[in-house]
Protein backbone atom coordinates (compact mmCIF):
# COMPACT_ATOMS: atom_id res chain seq x y z
CA UNK A 1 0.00 0.00 0.00
CA UNK A 2 1.27 3.50 -1.09
CA UNK A 3 -0.22 6.70 0.62
CA UNK A 4 0.05 10.56 0.67
CA UNK A 5 0.08 10.71 4.21
CA UNK A 6 -0.68 8.50 7.01
CA UNK A 7 -1.41 9.98 10.80
CA UNK A 8 -0.87 7.77 13.13
CA UNK A 9 -3.78 8.01 16.32
CA UNK A 10 -6.78 9.38 16.45
CA UNK A 11 -6.97 11.47 19.26
CA UNK A 12 -7.72 15.44 19.14
CA UNK A 13 -4.84 16.08 17.99
CA UNK A 14 -4.70 13.45 15.33
CA UNK A 15 -8.22 14.00 14.20
CA UNK A 16 -7.75 17.28 13.44
CA UNK A 17 -4.58 17.34 11.74
CA UNK A 18 -6.33 14.51 9.43
CA UNK A 19 -9.46 16.54 8.79
CA UNK A 20 -6.93 19.94 7.71
CA UNK A 21 -5.51 17.89 5.34
CA UNK A 22 -8.43 15.89 3.71
CA UNK A 23 -10.32 19.37 3.56
CA UNK A 24 -7.11 20.61 1.57
CA UNK A 25 -7.74 18.09 -1.01
CA UNK A 26 -4.76 15.51 0.73
CA UNK A 27 -5.45 11.53 0.49
CA UNK A 28 -4.93 10.84 4.21
CA UNK A 29 -5.04 7.19 6.20
CA UNK A 30 -5.65 8.04 9.57
CA UNK A 31 -4.65 4.71 12.03
CA UNK A 32 -5.89 3.95 15.24
CA UNK A 33 -5.16 0.99 17.13
CA UNK A 34 -8.75 1.83 19.10
CA UNK A 35 -12.41 1.44 17.20
CA UNK A 36 -14.29 4.88 18.41
CA UNK A 37 -15.90 5.67 20.83
CA UNK A 38 -13.09 4.96 22.70
CA UNK A 39 -12.57 6.55 26.27
CA UNK A 40 -9.00 8.71 26.90
CA UNK A 41 -8.20 9.09 30.67
CA UNK A 42 -8.54 12.78 31.05
CA UNK A 43 -10.38 15.80 32.85
CA UNK A 44 -12.71 16.51 29.99
CA UNK A 45 -12.00 20.30 30.11
CA UNK A 46 -11.64 21.57 26.60
CA UNK A 47 -10.72 25.32 26.20
CA UNK A 48 -12.33 27.77 24.37
CA UNK A 49 -8.88 27.64 21.83
CA UNK A 50 -9.60 24.69 20.74
CA UNK A 51 -12.88 24.72 20.04
CA UNK A 52 -11.97 27.97 17.89
CA UNK A 53 -10.11 25.93 15.78
CA UNK A 54 -12.25 22.97 15.05
CA UNK A 55 -14.99 25.73 14.47
CA UNK A 56 -12.75 27.11 11.39
CA UNK A 57 -12.52 23.42 10.50
CA UNK A 58 -16.19 23.19 10.34
CA UNK A 59 -17.25 21.55 12.99
CA UNK A 60 -19.18 24.83 15.02
CA UNK A 61 -22.50 22.82 13.77
CA UNK A 62 -21.97 19.64 15.04
CA UNK A 63 -20.43 21.11 18.29
CA UNK A 64 -23.80 23.15 18.83
CA UNK A 65 -25.89 20.48 17.90
CA UNK A 66 -23.72 17.91 20.09
CA UNK A 67 -24.78 19.72 22.97
CA UNK A 68 -21.84 19.95 25.34
CA UNK A 69 -21.64 21.32 28.91
CA UNK A 70 -20.30 24.59 29.13
CA UNK A 71 -18.12 26.40 31.60
CA UNK A 72 -18.58 29.21 32.26
CA UNK A 73 -17.32 30.19 35.54
CA UNK A 74 -13.78 29.30 37.43
CA UNK A 75 -13.29 27.92 41.26
CA UNK A 76 -9.26 28.27 42.64
CA UNK A 77 -8.62 27.44 45.93
CA UNK A 78 -5.39 27.78 47.56
CA UNK A 79 -3.17 26.23 50.10
CA UNK A 80 -4.57 28.20 53.16
CA UNK A 81 -8.12 27.70 51.37
CA UNK A 82 -8.44 31.22 50.23
CA UNK A 83 -11.04 31.29 47.18
CA UNK A 84 -10.60 32.79 43.73
CA UNK A 85 -14.45 33.09 41.88
CA UNK A 86 -14.14 34.05 37.75
CA UNK A 87 -16.58 34.43 35.78
CA UNK A 88 -14.73 33.66 32.01
CA UNK A 89 -15.06 34.69 28.42
CA UNK A 90 -15.79 33.35 25.65
CA UNK A 91 -12.64 32.78 23.24
CA UNK A 92 -12.62 34.56 19.48
CA UNK A 93 -15.96 34.11 17.88
CA UNK A 94 -17.96 33.51 21.10
CA UNK A 95 -16.00 29.94 21.17
CA UNK A 96 -16.82 28.45 24.91
CA UNK A 97 -14.86 26.29 26.97
CA UNK A 98 -16.68 22.99 27.74
CA UNK A 99 -16.47 19.65 29.94
CA UNK A 100 -17.23 16.95 27.93
CA UNK A 101 -15.91 12.76 28.07
CA UNK A 102 -13.71 12.19 25.68
CA UNK A 103 -15.63 9.31 24.60
CA UNK A 104 -18.03 11.80 22.79
CA UNK A 105 -15.63 14.36 21.75
CA UNK A 106 -12.75 11.75 20.20
CA UNK A 107 -15.70 10.22 18.40
CA UNK A 108 -17.12 13.27 16.89
CA UNK A 109 -13.72 14.74 15.45
CA UNK A 110 -12.70 11.20 14.00
CA UNK A 111 -15.95 11.33 12.64
CA UNK A 112 -15.43 14.51 11.02
CA UNK A 113 -12.08 13.96 10.01
CA UNK A 114 -13.92 10.87 8.04
CA UNK A 115 -16.81 13.41 6.50
CA UNK A 116 -14.18 15.77 5.47
CA UNK A 117 -12.33 13.19 3.10
CA UNK A 118 -9.44 11.21 5.52
CA UNK A 119 -9.62 7.08 5.61
CA UNK A 120 -10.18 5.91 9.15
CA UNK A 121 -8.39 2.25 10.08
CA UNK A 122 -8.49 0.48 13.50
CA UNK A 123 -4.36 -0.57 13.26
CA UNK A 124 -1.75 -0.95 15.75
CA UNK A 125 1.13 0.18 14.52
CA UNK A 126 4.06 -1.08 15.55
CA UNK A 127 6.93 1.55 14.43
CA UNK A 128 8.30 3.68 11.31
CA UNK A 129 9.86 2.61 8.58
CA UNK A 130 12.95 4.43 8.75
CA UNK A 131 15.29 3.68 5.18
CA UNK A 132 18.61 5.90 5.35
CA UNK A 133 17.63 7.68 8.12
CA UNK A 134 14.47 8.88 6.55
CA UNK A 135 10.64 7.59 7.57
CA UNK A 136 9.09 6.47 4.60
CA UNK A 137 5.99 4.99 6.15
CA UNK A 138 4.58 2.57 9.24
CA UNK A 139 4.36 -1.22 9.86
CA UNK A 140 1.56 -2.08 11.53
CA UNK A 141 -0.41 -4.53 12.33
CA UNK A 142 -4.14 -4.61 10.33
CA UNK A 143 -6.79 -7.54 10.10
CA UNK A 144 -4.18 -9.43 11.96
CA UNK A 145 -1.49 -9.27 9.74
CA UNK A 146 1.19 -6.87 9.84
CA UNK A 147 2.17 -4.88 7.09
CA UNK A 148 4.15 -2.04 5.50
CA UNK A 149 2.52 0.82 4.18
CA UNK A 150 4.79 3.67 2.66
CA UNK A 151 3.88 7.16 2.83
CA UNK A 152 4.86 10.64 1.90
CA UNK A 153 4.59 11.83 5.04
CA UNK A 154 4.31 10.12 8.44
CA UNK A 155 2.50 12.75 11.26
CA UNK A 156 2.78 10.60 14.68
CA UNK A 157 -0.59 12.17 16.66
CA UNK A 158 -0.24 8.56 18.82
CA UNK A 159 -0.25 9.99 22.07
CA UNK A 160 2.58 10.18 24.92
CA UNK A 161 3.40 6.03 24.55
CA UNK A 162 3.85 7.54 21.02
CA UNK A 163 6.21 4.13 19.06
CA UNK A 164 6.64 7.11 16.41
CA UNK A 165 8.27 9.14 18.70
CA UNK A 166 10.35 6.65 20.70
CA UNK A 167 11.97 5.41 17.11
CA UNK A 168 12.73 9.03 16.40
CA UNK A 169 13.60 10.24 19.65
CA UNK A 170 14.73 7.87 21.93
CA UNK A 171 15.59 10.68 24.36
CA UNK A 172 14.01 9.95 27.57
CA UNK A 173 11.24 12.60 29.06
CA UNK A 174 12.76 13.44 32.17
CA UNK A 175 10.54 13.22 35.99
CA UNK A 176 10.32 17.21 36.48
CA UNK A 177 8.88 17.34 32.82
CA UNK A 178 6.50 14.41 33.70
CA UNK A 179 3.42 14.12 35.15
CA UNK A 180 1.09 11.12 36.79
CA UNK A 181 -2.70 12.01 36.92
CA UNK A 182 -6.07 10.23 38.02
CA UNK A 183 -9.53 10.87 36.78
CA UNK A 184 -12.89 9.31 37.77
CA UNK A 185 -16.37 10.23 37.28
CA UNK A 186 -18.49 10.75 40.31
CA UNK A 187 -22.69 10.51 39.93
CA UNK A 188 -23.56 11.62 43.41
CA UNK A 189 -22.05 15.10 43.81
CA UNK A 190 -23.63 18.71 44.08
CA UNK A 191 -21.97 20.14 41.38
CA UNK A 192 -21.46 24.12 41.14
CA UNK A 193 -23.38 24.46 37.41
CA UNK A 194 -21.08 25.47 35.12
CA UNK A 195 -18.24 25.94 37.11
CA UNK A 196 -14.67 24.30 36.87
CA UNK A 197 -13.03 23.97 40.31
CA UNK A 198 -9.29 23.32 41.21
CA UNK A 199 -7.90 22.77 44.09
CA UNK A 200 -4.03 23.34 44.90
CA UNK A 201 -2.80 22.41 48.44
CA UNK A 202 0.58 21.90 49.84
CA UNK A 203 0.46 17.97 49.52
CA UNK A 204 -0.05 17.78 45.58
CA UNK A 205 1.88 21.14 44.87
CA UNK A 206 2.69 21.65 41.93
CA UNK A 207 -0.22 19.61 40.64
CA UNK A 208 -4.13 20.04 41.85
CA UNK A 209 -7.20 18.02 42.47
CA UNK A 210 -10.07 19.29 40.19
CA UNK A 211 -14.18 18.77 40.08
CA UNK A 212 -14.75 19.73 36.30
CA UNK A 213 -18.80 19.56 36.34
CA UNK A 214 -21.19 17.57 33.68
CA UNK A 215 -24.65 18.11 35.03
CA UNK A 216 -26.80 16.07 37.29
CA UNK A 217 -25.04 14.91 39.75
CA UNK A 218 -22.37 13.92 37.72
CA UNK A 219 -18.67 15.08 37.65
CA UNK A 220 -15.22 14.43 36.13
CA UNK A 221 -13.19 14.31 39.44
CA UNK A 222 -9.10 13.81 39.53
CA UNK A 223 -5.84 14.81 40.46
CA UNK A 224 -2.08 15.35 38.86
CA UNK A 225 1.28 15.22 40.45
CA UNK A 226 4.50 15.87 39.01
CA UNK A 227 6.27 12.86 39.05
CA UNK A 228 9.51 13.00 40.83
CA UNK A 229 6.87 14.65 43.38
CA UNK A 230 4.39 11.44 43.21
CA UNK A 231 7.27 9.17 44.28
CA UNK A 232 8.61 11.07 46.88
CA UNK A 233 5.10 10.94 48.30
CA UNK A 234 4.92 7.38 49.18
CA UNK A 235 1.24 7.28 48.60
CA UNK A 236 -1.05 6.23 45.56
CA UNK A 237 -2.86 8.32 43.54
CA UNK A 238 -5.96 6.47 44.32
CA UNK A 239 -5.41 7.55 48.42
CA UNK A 240 -4.50 11.02 47.28
CA UNK A 241 -7.72 11.35 45.97
CA UNK A 242 -9.90 9.50 49.04
CA UNK A 243 -8.17 11.89 51.07
CA UNK A 244 -9.06 14.67 48.58
CA UNK A 245 -12.70 13.46 48.72
CA UNK A 246 -12.33 13.33 52.66
CA UNK A 247 -11.87 17.13 52.67
CA UNK A 248 -14.65 18.64 55.09
CA UNK A 249 -16.06 20.95 52.02
CA UNK A 250 -15.89 18.74 49.54
CA UNK A 251 -17.02 15.45 51.64
CA UNK A 252 -20.58 17.13 52.49
CA UNK A 253 -21.46 17.63 48.59
CA UNK A 254 -21.23 14.05 47.83
CA UNK A 255 -24.60 12.85 48.17
CA UNK A 256 -24.27 8.96 48.80
CA UNK A 257 -20.70 9.52 50.09
CA UNK A 258 -19.17 9.83 46.37
CA UNK A 259 -20.03 7.09 43.98
CA UNK A 260 -16.71 6.74 41.69
CA UNK A 261 -16.60 5.00 38.83
CA UNK A 262 -14.16 4.34 35.67
CA UNK A 263 -11.14 5.26 37.82
CA UNK A 264 -8.08 5.45 35.56
CA UNK A 265 -4.66 6.71 35.76
CA UNK A 266 -2.40 8.19 32.95
CA UNK A 267 0.82 9.78 32.08
CA UNK A 268 1.62 13.19 31.04
CA UNK A 269 4.86 14.41 29.73
CA UNK A 270 5.22 18.21 29.44
CA UNK A 271 6.54 20.42 26.72
CA UNK A 272 8.89 22.52 29.28
CA UNK A 273 11.79 19.69 28.58
CA UNK A 274 14.50 21.63 26.64
CA UNK A 275 15.23 20.65 22.73
CA UNK A 276 12.15 18.53 22.17
CA UNK A 277 12.76 17.82 18.04
CA UNK A 278 9.05 17.73 15.77
CA UNK A 279 10.20 17.66 12.77
CA UNK A 280 12.06 14.71 10.86
CA UNK A 281 12.82 13.53 7.33
CA UNK A 282 9.67 12.51 6.34
CA UNK A 283 7.35 13.19 10.05
CA UNK A 284 6.45 15.27 12.10
CA UNK A 285 5.21 14.86 15.69
CA UNK A 286 1.76 17.06 17.27
CA UNK A 287 -0.09 16.58 20.88
CA UNK A 288 1.03 14.18 23.33
CA UNK A 289 2.97 12.34 20.60
CA UNK A 290 5.47 15.58 20.74
CA UNK A 291 5.03 16.31 24.04
CA UNK A 292 3.24 19.35 24.18
CA UNK A 293 1.47 19.35 27.47
CA UNK A 294 1.49 22.85 29.78
CA UNK A 295 3.37 21.89 32.62
CA UNK A 296 1.34 24.23 35.25
CA UNK A 297 -2.09 23.03 34.34
CA UNK A 298 -1.68 19.49 32.83
CA UNK A 299 -3.58 20.54 29.81
CA UNK A 300 -2.82 18.88 26.08
CA UNK A 301 -5.77 19.17 23.77
CA UNK A 302 -5.68 22.67 23.33
CA UNK A 303 -1.59 22.72 22.55
CA UNK A 304 -2.66 19.65 20.66
CA UNK A 305 -5.12 20.75 18.14
CA UNK A 306 -2.83 24.50 17.33
CA UNK A 307 -0.04 21.97 16.41
CA UNK A 308 -2.51 19.61 14.69
CA UNK A 309 -2.65 23.01 12.71
CA UNK A 310 0.48 24.28 12.36
CA UNK A 311 1.59 20.44 11.32
CA UNK A 312 -1.17 20.62 8.47
CA UNK A 313 0.20 24.44 6.94
CA UNK A 314 3.45 23.03 7.07
CA UNK A 315 2.71 19.25 5.56
CA UNK A 316 0.48 20.90 2.95
CA UNK A 317 3.46 23.21 1.46
CA UNK A 318 5.76 20.59 1.83
CA UNK A 319 3.93 18.06 -0.38
CA UNK A 320 3.03 20.98 -2.88
CA UNK A 321 6.70 21.16 -3.18
CA UNK A 322 6.58 17.68 -3.22
CA UNK A 323 9.64 18.01 -0.43
CA UNK A 324 9.26 16.68 3.05
CA UNK A 325 12.68 16.51 3.99
CA UNK A 326 13.55 17.56 7.03
CA UNK A 327 14.88 20.71 5.69
CA UNK A 328 11.53 21.66 4.24
CA UNK A 329 9.96 20.35 7.42
CA UNK A 330 11.45 22.07 9.97
CA UNK A 331 9.77 25.50 9.53
CA UNK A 332 6.66 23.11 11.56
CA UNK A 333 9.10 23.28 14.61
CA UNK A 334 9.70 26.95 14.30
CA UNK A 335 6.34 27.78 14.15
CA UNK A 336 5.50 25.32 17.12
CA UNK A 337 8.14 26.91 19.16
CA UNK A 338 7.40 31.03 18.45
CA UNK A 339 3.68 30.14 19.48
CA UNK A 340 4.11 27.79 22.37
CA UNK A 341 7.74 27.66 24.01
CA UNK A 342 6.96 30.89 25.73
CA UNK A 343 4.50 30.40 27.31
CA UNK A 344 5.60 26.84 27.99
CA UNK A 345 8.75 27.97 29.93
CA UNK A 346 6.28 30.70 32.04
CA UNK A 347 4.48 27.78 32.83
CA UNK A 348 7.45 25.54 33.84
CA UNK A 349 9.15 28.54 35.49
CA UNK A 350 5.60 29.18 38.02
CA UNK A 351 4.93 25.32 38.40
CA UNK A 352 8.38 25.20 39.93
CA UNK A 353 8.14 28.51 42.12
CA UNK A 354 4.90 26.58 43.62
CA UNK A 355 7.09 23.88 44.76
CA UNK A 356 9.49 25.60 46.86
CA UNK A 357 7.13 28.68 47.94
CA UNK A 358 3.78 27.64 48.31
CA UNK A 359 2.34 30.22 49.91
CA UNK A 360 3.24 32.14 46.55
CA UNK A 361 -0.42 30.27 45.39
CA UNK A 362 -2.04 32.19 48.56
CA UNK A 363 -0.58 35.17 47.12
CA UNK A 364 -1.93 34.46 43.68
CA UNK A 365 -5.40 33.33 44.44
CA UNK A 366 -5.86 37.32 46.06
CA UNK A 367 -3.73 38.91 43.92
CA UNK A 368 -6.64 37.34 40.99
CA UNK A 369 -9.17 38.28 42.87
CA UNK A 370 -8.66 41.81 42.60
CA UNK A 371 -7.40 42.08 38.98
CA UNK A 372 -9.67 39.04 37.47
CA UNK A 373 -6.73 37.90 34.91
CA UNK A 374 -5.25 34.96 36.67
CA UNK A 375 -8.82 32.73 36.32
CA UNK A 376 -9.12 33.56 32.20
CA UNK A 377 -5.23 32.98 32.12
CA UNK A 378 -5.01 29.61 33.51
CA UNK A 379 -8.34 28.52 31.59
CA UNK A 380 -6.68 29.80 28.44
CA UNK A 381 -3.50 27.54 28.74
CA UNK A 382 -5.26 24.61 30.14
C1 LIG B 1 -5.80 12.34 33.98
C2 LIG B 1 -5.57 13.35 32.88
C3 LIG B 1 -6.35 14.50 32.84
C4 LIG B 1 -6.20 15.41 31.78
N1 LIG B 1 -7.06 16.46 31.71
C5 LIG B 1 -7.01 17.30 30.66
C6 LIG B 1 -7.99 18.32 30.52
O1 LIG B 1 -8.94 18.42 31.29
N2 LIG B 1 -7.87 19.16 29.44
C7 LIG B 1 -6.84 19.05 28.54
O2 LIG B 1 -6.75 19.86 27.62
N3 LIG B 1 -5.93 18.06 28.65
C8 LIG B 1 -6.00 17.17 29.66
N4 LIG B 1 -5.11 16.13 29.74
C9 LIG B 1 -4.16 15.93 28.64
C10 LIG B 1 -4.92 15.38 27.42
O3 LIG B 1 -5.63 14.21 27.76
C11 LIG B 1 -3.96 15.10 26.25
O4 LIG B 1 -3.09 16.19 26.11
C12 LIG B 1 -4.70 14.86 24.94
O5 LIG B 1 -5.44 13.68 25.00
C13 LIG B 1 -3.70 14.81 23.77
O6 LIG B 1 -4.36 14.44 22.59
P1 LIG B 1 -3.59 13.62 21.47
O7 LIG B 1 -4.54 13.48 20.34
O8 LIG B 1 -2.27 14.23 21.22
O9 LIG B 1 -3.30 12.18 22.12
P2 LIG B 1 -4.33 11.10 22.64
O10 LIG B 1 -5.58 11.74 23.07
O11 LIG B 1 -3.58 10.29 23.65
O12 LIG B 1 -4.64 10.20 21.37
C14 LIG B 1 -3.69 9.29 20.89
C15 LIG B 1 -4.40 8.26 20.04
O13 LIG B 1 -3.40 7.41 19.46
C16 LIG B 1 -3.83 6.07 19.52
N5 LIG B 1 -2.61 5.22 19.54
C17 LIG B 1 -1.68 5.14 20.51
N6 LIG B 1 -0.71 4.28 20.14
C18 LIG B 1 -1.05 3.81 18.92
C19 LIG B 1 -0.44 2.88 18.04
N7 LIG B 1 0.70 2.27 18.34
N8 LIG B 1 -1.08 2.61 16.87
C20 LIG B 1 -2.24 3.22 16.55
N9 LIG B 1 -2.85 4.11 17.37
C21 LIG B 1 -2.27 4.41 18.54
C22 LIG B 1 -4.63 5.97 20.83
O14 LIG B 1 -5.55 4.90 20.79
C23 LIG B 1 -5.33 7.35 20.84
O15 LIG B 1 -6.59 7.29 20.21
C24 LIG B 1 -5.22 15.20 30.78
C25 LIG B 1 -4.40 14.07 30.84
C26 LIG B 1 -4.58 13.15 31.87
C27 LIG B 1 -3.72 11.91 31.89
Not at 242 to 248: N, R
Not at 299 to 305: E, L, T
Request: glycine letters at 10%; aromatic letters at 8%.
Amino acid sequence: MEREIIVVGAGPSGATVAMALAQMGHDVLLLDRQSFPRDKTCGDAVPSGAIQVLNSLGMAGKIHEANFYPVTKLLLSSPRGYILEADLKPGFNGANSYIVPRLCFDALLKEHAVASGAEFCQAQVKEPIVEDDRVTGVRARMNGLVQEISARLVIGADGVTSVIARALRPDKHQDVHRAVALRAYVDDIEEIPYEVEFYLYKEILPGYAWIFPLGEGQANVGLGMRLDKFRQSGQSLEELLALFLEMPLIKKRLKHGGRLHDIATWQLNFGSQKQLQLAYDGALLIGDAASLINPLTGGGIHNGVISAHLAAEVAHEALAKGDTSLDQLKSYQQRCEEIMSQGMQRSYLLQRSLIYFPWLTDILVGWGKANGHLAQTFIDKL
